[in-house]
């Protein structure tokens, strides 16, 4: 692995001034060389989704919220600064974040609009609680959130009497919201969303009766996990969620633990790349969110689950081998528990024998980027034999890969897959947009570096 002084210019440790000027152009890149034999142990950075939610949670909650393990990526942060901006005072120190609750009713009108950066999970959760309050607010965010599509929470939202809607017209951020009283309802959610479902339920913690939310597969339940861990009453029947309001939440402790999604990127380098042995340690395994392990294991990867222990959420540490892979069909219900692996998963299954077929992700196509055709467009440019589906893709695998100019699109988990990919591929890979990995895993690099050597 080999970084240019510009692209190292934007990790942590080097000056400010450095930083803002390769800002400004917007186009960092870096550049990888092949890699043999990752060996070693990595510690995984903590979960994007549960860490947001610690936050949010904790703001509404009476009493101090202790959070260990908190991913110090700038979509978290984002998180942070909106409820910082309502007057929640959080503490953010260097282990653990201190997160003072004010109570259910203790959201104060924030004095500008509140900037949730590239992160959809806070564009999302928070217009539900905020439709919820008494007062009115602007959200918006980067170019990107400003182009996801909003009108999927705006719909059940509204229909629970919210006042909420898209400033110019096009279903998307900035969304305008004018607190009301809401009631619940039953909702028939088209999509299997985790961030649709917890606007719905955290609308619900304020509403008359009861709400429910049922989805046509089950999405990630953090929300319903920690929410009960609050204090709310919530369950989940099959794919439905039910909560009834709450008078208060109480503050907890949390241990995020290590976000599977960051994983993935070190368990299919630990499968593909010749010679690797790594052991991935506290890894979050919760069944809704541990799809890409399924996966792994039938395209004939080599991976052992160790010390399984509970933590409020399921966790292991995850020993890996190279193994050879071979293809794989992957649709249905499994597709929510790896949405945001199928970048990597795509990848891998061109060093894979055979073909692997994805379907029913059409999902991919309204993430940071267009996964389906920025996966498609980059790995043909590598020499994959790749078909674009109008709801997932086929990867012809067994083709050698060589390397390429690579547009990341400044979508953090097409960067980190090219950086795997890269890794393999004969000659050098550059990487535009690179730094995007700040969003979900500010030191990738540093630790693919350090597993290497
Ligand atoms: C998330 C849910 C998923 C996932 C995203 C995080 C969450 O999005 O892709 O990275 O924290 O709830 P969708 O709800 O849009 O599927």
């Known amino acids: ?53 610690s936050v949010m949670f904790g703001s509404l909650a009476k009493g101090t919220t202790k959070i260990t393990g908190f991913l110090q990526g700038a979509d978290c942060l984002s998180t942070i600064s909106c409820f910082r901006k309502m007057g929640i005072s959080i503490e953010n120190l260097e282990d653990t974040v201190l997160v003072h609750g004010n109570g259910l009713h203790g959201l104060k ?34 170019a990107s959130i400003q182009k996801r599509p909003m009108k999927r929470i705006m ?26 009283t809401l009631h619940g309802i039953h909702y028939q959610s088209p999509v299997a969303s985790a961030q649709v479902k917890s606007a719905i339920l955290l609308a619900g913690l304020y509403a008359e009766g009861e709400t429910k939310v049922t989805e046509p597969s089950l999405s990630r339940n953090h929300t319903e996990l920690m929410l009960k861990e609050f204090g709310a009453d919530v369950r989940t029947e099959k794919t439905t969620a039910i909560i009834r309001p709450a008078e208060e939440l109480f503050a907890k402790e949390i241990a995020v633990p290590g ?54 959420e399921p966790v292991a540490d995850i020993l890996v081998r190279t193994s050879s892979l071979h293809g794989t069909d992957i649709h249905g219900d499994i597709i929510p528990t790896l949405i945001d692996e199928l970048p990597m998963i795509a ?99 540093q630790d693919l570096n350090k597993l290497a050597q």
Request: with cysteine; proline share 4%; hydrophobic share 40%.
């Open 347 to 445: 990848a891998m299954a061109c060093f894979a024998e055979g073909d692997t077929i994805i379907r029913d992700a059409a999902e991919l196509k309204v993430k940071e980027s267009n996964r389906i055709a920025v996966m498609a467009e980059n790995l043909s440019a590598m020499g994959a034999d790749v078909e674009e589906t109008v709801d997932g893709m086929i990867i012809h695998g067994g083709k050698p890969l060589h390397g390429a100019t690579i547009d990341s699109h400044l979508d953090h988990r097409i960067a980190m897959t090219f950086a795997i990919t890269a890794a393999l591929a004969e000659g050098e890979t550059e990487i535009l947009g690179a730094e995007c990995v700040n969003i979900s895993y500010p030191d990738f690099y």
């Open 109 to 142: 009108k924030p004095d500008s609009v509140l900037d949730c950066g590239n992160s959809g999970t806070t564009t999302r959760l928070i217009s539900g609680i905020l439709s919820a309050q008494n007062f009115s607010v602007t959200l918006t965010g980067d």
């Open 155 to 180: 719909d059940p939202l509204s229909q629970m009497g919210a006042d909420i809607t898209s400033v110019n017209g096009n279903g998307c951020a900035p969304l305008a919201i004018n607190g009301r």
């Open 1 to 53: 692995l080999r970084t240019d002084s510009k692209a190292l210019a934007c990790l942590p440790g080097f000056p400010a001034c450095f930083q803002a000027l390769i800002r400004e152009t917007e186009l960092i890149l870096m550049k990888f060389n092949p890699l043999s034999g990752l060996r070693g142990e990595i510690t995984i950075p903590g979960d994007k989704s549960i860490s947001h939610r």
């Open 259 to 312: 976000d599977i999604s960051s994983a993935a990127f070190f368990l299919a380098a630990g499968l593909m790349i010749p010679h690797s042995e790594l052991l991935i340690k506290n890894v979050g395994i919760n069944p809704t969110r541990d799809g890409m392990i399924h996966v792994c294991r039938a395209m004939g990867g080599d991976l052992t689950l160790l010390n399984v222990r509970m933590t409020g």
